[in-house]
């Protein structure tokens, strides 16, 4: 159980192009997703947090309107990257919390890796 | 930020031997949650030892927690090949669930 799909898992795209990546809950709603970026050999850095029904909150130095979310289900969260530039070439990976469990671990999808050339 | 540290960076060992990885953290936590990543993959849950825990077992990992030293070790017995990812601890805390990764342990167990 506790399944999250990501889609796409890799895609490349001019630069000044828009990219939307998508995070499923498939078996159980999440109110609360994660959105990370990782670079090569590096850790996790969080993007932002994805609530429901509500505005996401981003982490400091994360401009909201470079990397739009929603997650207007609960079961799907999008991250999209706009006006994409090289520097925003990265691993992009959701995770997602099964509600309403205290010390729940965090459930990823399979990431998505963005080219951007 | 207040990253979980990892150490060692990179560890190479033989198959069947142990291996042993280590997490500091500088705040109080609620848990600590250990993750695996193969390469390119999203990360894969292996086992959370909560505050008031010290030892935990799941197969072959035992997982440590010393509060008093802020530090937790992940440690892997009668290691395999396909044990070879990177082993990341999480510091769990807060109401709000994040989590915050330290920079990882890259494992490379040879056949």
């Known amino acids: 159980g506790a399944v999250v799909s990501q889609h796409p898992s890799w895609v490349i795209c001019k630069s000044g192009t828009s990219v939307k990546i998508e995070c499923r809950s498939l078996?159980?709603?999440?109110?609360?997703m994660f959105w990370y970026r990782q670079f090569p050999k590096q850790s996790l850095m969080l993007m932002a947090t994805?609530?429901?029904?509500?505005?996401?909150?981003?982490e400091q130095g994360v401009e909201k309107d470079k990397f739009l979310i929603n997650h207007a289900s609960l079961t799907l969260s999008t991250l999209t990257v706009t006006s994409a530039h090289p520097e925003d070439s990265s691993f992009y990976i959701c995770s997602a919390l099964l509600p309403r469990l205290a010390n729940s671990p965090l459930h990823f999808g399979n990431g998505t890796r963005l080219t951007v050339t | 930020s207040q990253q979980g540290e990892e150490d060692p960076q990179a560890l190479s060992i033989q198959e069947g031997e142990n291996a042993t990885m280590n997490c500091s953290y500088k705040t109080s936590i609620n848990n600590l949650q250990w993750y695996r990543q193969n390469s390119g993959r999203g990360l894969v849950h292996l086992i959370l030892i909560r505050s008031n825990e010290r030892e935990k077992h799941s197969g072959r990992l035992r997982v440590t927690l010393d509060t008093s030293k802020k530090s937790s070790s992940l440690l892997i017995t009668a290691s395999r090949a396909a044990d070879t990812a990177s082993y990341f601890c999480?510091?769990?805390?807060?109401?709000?669930?994040?989590?915050?990764f330290g920079k990882g342990t890259l494992l490379t167990v040879n056949p």
């Open positions: 994805s609530n429901e029904g509500s505005k996401a909150t981003y």
């Open positions: 078996d159980f709603q999440a109110t609360t």
């Open positions: 999480a510091r769990g805390g807060g109401s709000n669930y994040k989590l915050t």
